[in-house]
């Protein structure tokens, strides 16, 4: 029966094919800078600083020599692994919490929703600015700060979908054949949220990676000498005049990255309709 | 009247917890504040002087009273890193008070900009019958929404400040010295954070519109006679704007974070660029301020709205 109404709607539309398209490239540029870069993307070179464009540099190189194409794609990698390891916390404690409070209810939900509803619509950047404050800078605490960020979010969004399902004529029928509660949040009730909360993961990365790429540019995010897109947009900044290539490959490598991630969260949403 | 108390009422609760919040979380850290300001070469007398000086041997709870008490009273209490003739501390108001007009008249601007050019954009998105100028729309607020503040600000400098040299990159006017050059430099940064929201805003605007057409009500109005132009502006975009009014709150809250970066972009001494420093130099009565600060004006914003929407839209209070 289910297998039969997901073929009858829509599979595919444009959102979908090109978010999947230009998601997967970024995914294959993240993987592949891991591995290997056309140069060592740390490796300074006094005689080729701010190479224009060229066919060895495609990118131009930077203030110390560095091929930017490197950087970027090293820059890719590390966004997308902070962003998945951010998305990934925030969404297993939204999951947990929003599963508890959502079919329980009671008082750990009031205190949960009235914490979440002070944090919630507060802009997540500036959140994690002040948990980073309060932690120190670091990748791990950069990591840290905007899943806890981020966590409010989803715990409202799996919440309410708990809620929408805890009074079903399915559950209650599990409930009577004796299903212990586990087992119905997360056996019987999970699957149905599913498509819902895949919307807001993969909103979940768009966030992430403008969040951290904006850390990165005010200086306290990812540290140098790493390479990360919002560091380097910010190094490219001063050069705007002398070196206007420099700005221009990391700040459109997180275009799209965005891009693709937000046509692919608007592509599942339609699909889902 | 009675929903307006209790909400004020929430308002002020939940202002004390962010008060509570933010004055516990720097408590945490990591660190002593002494060493940090004096080094480690300070003798202990020196750093037992300043521990008093700071009220730091005080227990917690009398602290945060004595804080929150100055605050009420107007006495930010004052800040560790920035001095004033030379043997006295910064107090954190005059700090931040020539500080917070930039960051206001910026947000202001960015708010004007996005509201006069996206509603007019989101009703023509909505009217156009053009199947291609739709899908340029589309194409264009999809991609627009995608780029983040930082990255459009240099762009905006390259473009206006390097190229057509509109205004010098950098060379910021402080508002009391030259208004209007003030604002003509602001321009270009508010044009940085307004940019993506109103491709968010126009977008939101034309999905609501392209919903209510499909009301009944607008059969009516056309079957009564209603001109098309009647129906749109008097029956479509009155219900439209609803929803947008709660949008646009979420979107005042995200003007102010993006803020905080385009001010680093473009240099200008504003409450978001205060922040940041006070951040990486470890100034907590600096950042407890501002964050306080920033908080009250997001729940304010947010609450105004509220009301504002009950007032707009009568059918919400009688539920």
Redesign the interface.
Known sequence: MKKKNTQKKKKWNNYLVVGLVMTGITLAIAIIGAFWTPYEATAMSASIKFAAPSLTHWFGTDNFGRDILSRVMEGVETTVVISILVVAASAIVGVLVGALTGYFGGLMDEIMM?IT??VN???S??LA??????L??GVEKLILALAIAFCPSYIRIVRSEFIKYRDADFIARARLMGVGWVRILFVHILPNIFSTFLVSIVIGFNNAI?AE??MS????GVQPPAASL?KM??D??GY??SA?WY?LAP?LA??WI??GF??LG?GIRRRNQ | MKYICKKIITLIMTLFLVSVAAFLAFQVIPGDVVTSILGTEATPEMEEALREELGLNDPPVERYLNWVSGVLKGDLGVSYRYSKNMNERMPVAELIGDKLPVTLWLAAYSLILIIVISIPLGVLWARSKNHYLDAALNVISQTAMAVPAFFLGILVTYLFGIILKCFTPGGYVSYREDFAGFMHYLLFPAISIAIPKIAMTARFLRNSMLTEIRSDYVRTAYSKGCTDRRVMYTHVLRNALMPVVTFLGMIIAETIAGSIVVEQVFGLPGVGRLLISSISTRDFPVVEILVLYITSVVIIVYALIDILYRMIDPRISSK
């Open positions: 009235r509803d002070a619509g507060f802009p950047i500036l600015l002040v948990i980073l404050s309060v120190g800078s403008l790429s904006g540019f005010l200086g306290i919002g947009l910010s490219a900044q705007l005049s206007p700005a700040g997180i275009v965005v891009l937000s046509l608007e």
